[in-house]
């Protein structure tokens, strides 16, 4: 059942469609994929002169359904990357991931501007990804997919844009690796980008981020079901590790205090424990337990590997600047707007602080919000209706120098 | 090589003994555990009047050798227990968990106490564990071991110190779940323990803290070498899980600044990326594979499923209180140490501040240092020297009231 003033402002049923690349996508590692699909939806209508596009990009278990409603609702929903599965009932009717964030008047207006979702490269939910057919074998690509890096994301989402006749965007936006994809389109196409809103993201994931990305790699590639990543066809796929993967990415995307409140200590069974090892003794046990179920029904293992991957690689400064942030980001010609969470603590506010000084040491057009909240990282999709009187000013702001 | 400073307060060479218990153990589960063995060192010596000892207890992954060199020492060594491996370089000359807190001149001075270190009960190190042998069967428990909780170990503590003859105990001291068998201690024989030193610990684990040792477990019951935990005499063990298992326990117990000092973004080869998935990239991915690898040959996987659950259930207010930390705590004679560190978001000092307000608000006898250190958790093993006079001058205190 949708909540009725969402309905209000919905952009109604989509269907996701698919374009097919004309050549090949020049990667980072070197090689080259080629029949290249991409999955996408469209949200509103695109202006005569095509100025008012923008691009949304989600985050890791993400896909291109990011508003309305599915045309076909999946068995297991969609609006459950992040947990966002906690928020309400909606996901049974195929709700968008931001949903609340895109429709009329919603922060990306679809009365006033042409919102694109893409599925990212890699993905496992419609754009090319492990799972997709290699040309070369007639078999699934599996671990011989290509390593891929949020640069070769944004490369595709740009030769999918052609595709379109879309030359120009409006503004990219997106949160936790959509929102590196918006950092990475503004350095990558600075002539192309008028404004980025990158949610809860940084320029390059801590220590402690690349740790965790890690533990839900070794969890998946140690299931011997995953069978060094060729499992298609062979009727065994990692669930195990899978199921470990999104606990551990689950913890990350909340934080202590709202696990506190949600969960406390309360016990599954009547007021004492069961001694029991193997089932569920805790709610909060219980609700990963669940989690970790329903995510592995919906999500691909190896696209789970690749897109972990990117992300721990993502690395402005590295990449672009010797090292340097400033430098790195020294052709940006986007207006950028940041919005970063008190409590996210996987992505946190220091490092949309550290883009800010670095754009602003540069002379560049930046604004940056730290939204006092208390879901951790999973905010950017939980704080909508916060976030959007901001969103919507600043892009207000750009149509009007 | 051991540090000649260290050597110089060392309690020198130990070994480890064994009692066995002349009646089983009465289970908070309702079974009761036959022909238990507790593996034990002690350090210093008794007193005659037997007013001089400190009961020392371990957390998740120790063992009865908390001070000096192993008289055998283990190939991978002992002292690795939460992460302390990466403080020096004695871990190969088998020096014990805690040695920079007992000996000579240390904390918990050898020269006038008589400390005692068990292996707790469902370990892997010498006590009765999942992996021992049932009388009932001829086999090895594996799963069939009962479901055993912090009570049961302190009861089994208690029954093991009347082997030595031993009544009252002028100390209990210990870090994480070692903390809570101190307070376990207090609670269950509030006329036997004159003081308890409890360390980086808590009266119930938050759910957060629960979430980790349920993934934890969840790793390792995944893995289908664990085959419910029968594995012992097939050649195989659930070595994946609990490497998986280890890594999300090792990140728990550092903060992650301490990882941003230790690691920062470095890559493991040269100034850029391989492109890999299966391969680590980043220095903490290296970190945490040897970390996993080094765990897995010295720990059996079984008793790191008891001692995650024990650690869970462990609830003070719950168990003794009718969810009242007040009500549990208002038998407790002993004086109290609490110290907690300001970098712990496993144990954090909050907990230790509800445990001193309770004991307070009850007039008892309570002081809490927070110590201000950047390591998280593990702190209570690398923050040896700031620990050592709070710890020293609240014994002193108590021998000349």
């Given amino acids: 059942m949708a909540d009725p003033t969402r309905a209000a402002g919905s952009v109604g049923t989509v269907e996701t469609r698919y374009a097919d690349l004309p050549v090949p996508v020049p990667l980072d590692c070197g090689r080259e994929l080629p029949n290249v699909r991409v999955a996408y939806e469209t949200y509103g209508e695109l202006a005569p002169n095509r100025d008012n596009v923008i691009l949304v990009c989600h ?49 990306f207006d679809t009365d006033r501007y042409f919102v694109v979702s893409t599925n990212l490269l890699g993905g496992c939910r419609g754009t090319t990804g492990p799972a997709s057919i290699d040309p ?12 891929i890096t949020v640069a070769d994301m944004v490369r595709t989402e740009r030769a999918f844009l052609d595709t379109l006749g879309i030359e120009r965007l409006a503004a990219v936006a997106g949160g936790s690796l959509g929102g590196m994809q918006a950092l990475e389109w503004a350095v990558s196409y600075p002539d192309q980008v008028d404004a980025i809103v ?49 606990m ?8 202590a205090p709202a696990l506190d409140d ?31 179920e329903s995510f592995v029904k919906r999500f691909d293992a190896n696209t789970y590997l690749y897109t972990s991957r990117a992300l ?35 992505y946190p506010p220091q490092a949309s602080r550290d883009i800010e000084q670095a754009l602003r040491s540069l002379g560049k057009d930046v604004e940056l919000a730290v939204i006092d909240a208390p879901y951790g990282h999973d905010c950017f999709l939980l704080e909508e209706a916060r976030q959007t009187p901001i969103i919507r000013r600043f892009l207000a702001e750009g149509r009007t120098p």
């Fill in 262 to 292: 949600k969960f406390a200590r309360r016990l599954q069974y009547a007021d004492d424990v069961r001694y029991t090892i193997t089932e569920p003794e805790f709610e909060v046990e219980n609700y990963l337990r669940h989690q970790a």
């Fill in 59 to 107: 985050a890791l278990s993400g896909d291109a359904h990011a508003a309305g409603f599915a045309k076909t609702p999946p068995a297991s929903g969609t609006r459950d990357g992040f947990g966002a599965e906690a928020r309400d009932g909606a996901t049974g009717a195929g709700l968008g991931w931001w949903d609340g964030m895109i429709g009329p008047g919603k922060a």
């Fill in 312 to 346: 721990t690689y993502f690395d402005l400064a590295r990449q672009y600047g010797a090292g340097s942030l400033a430098k790195a980001l020294d052709t940006v010609a986007a207006r950028t707007l940041l919005i970063a969470f008190s409590s996210d603590w996987l």
């Fill in 136 to 147: 070369a074998t007639g078999a699934p690509y599996g671990a011989d997919f290509p390593v």
């Fill in 248 to 255: 551990v990415g689950h913890i990350t995307y909340l934080s």
């Fill in 198 to 246: 990158a949610i809860a993201t940084t320029h390059a994931l801590h220590p402690q981020g690349v740790a965790w990305n890690a533990i839900a790699r070794s969890a998946i590639m140690g299931d011997p079901a995953w069978q060094g990543g060729q499992y298609y066809g062979t009727g065994r796929s990692p669930d195990a590790g899978m199921g470990v993967a999104r």
